[in-house]
């Protein structure tokens, strides 16, 4: 069955765990209202989902993408080091709280560690993962064009728009906010 965001047989509990939120919620030193923070995370969470309905990328991938990218920022500005060190931090958790074969992690931590080096070519769930990432740049006023994304699913004039409303108006995602029990009331609505 698909829902809005994809495959409901994909159980996003059985990689994002509620043990797996706390720890980067932990780890995550910005604040729940950070520009780069929970609400953004699910944003590209739900982006990611969308577009891997059309790419195929692995599910589980990009939802921990989504979850721990930019959990080692340290600031809201340039932060050139947190792509590697949230990388390192997602590689130690594996197998204590979620569990990623090889090729998987792999994939993870180039997603992570690469991803806002403005590079297009790679791996189709490591540019889903880069593609989510930058359709929710509009929060932060700046508006990708479609040379910028990696994917055909990305640069679709519909997913374009959906996902770029949403990233200006600083959108609550809603489904995946509440799933990751998180308050919904986090992400205010400018
Ligand atoms: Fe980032
Ligand atoms: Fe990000």
Redesign the pocket.
Same mark, same amino acid.
């Given at each position: 069955m698909q829902t809005q965001f994809g495959d409901s047989s994909f159980r996003f509990d059985w990689v994002i765990s509620p043990a797996l939120i706390d720890q980067a919620l932990k780890r995550f030193s910005l604040g729940m209202y950070s520009i !780069?923070g929970p609400c !953004?995370?699910a944003r590209?969470y739900e982006n990611g989902m969308r577009l891997a309905q059309s790419t195929g990328a692995r599910l589980d991938v990009v939802a921990l993408f989504a979850l721990s +990218? &930019?959990v080692c920022r340290t600031n809201e500005g340039i932060d050139r080091q947190h792509g590697l060190e949230s990388a390192k931090w997602i590689q130690k958790l594996n197998g204590k709280y979620f569990h990623l074969d090889e090729e998987g992690m792999d994939l993870l931590v180039r997603a992570i560690r690469y +991803?806002?080096d403005g590079l297009i070519h790679e791996d189709v769930t490591v540019q889903t993962c880069w593609d989510a &990432?930058r359709l &929710?740049l509009a929060r932060v006023s700046i508006f990708p064009t479609p040379e910028r994304l990696c994917t055909t699913a990305a640069r679709n004039a519909d997913i374009l728009s959906w996902a770029t409303e949403r990233a200006f108006r600083k959108v609550p995602a809603f489904e995946t906010l509440k799933q990751w029990g998180l308050d919904l009331n986090t992400c205010v609505v400018e």
């Open positions: !780069h !953004h995370w590209v +990218h &930019d +991803h806002s &990432d &929710d």
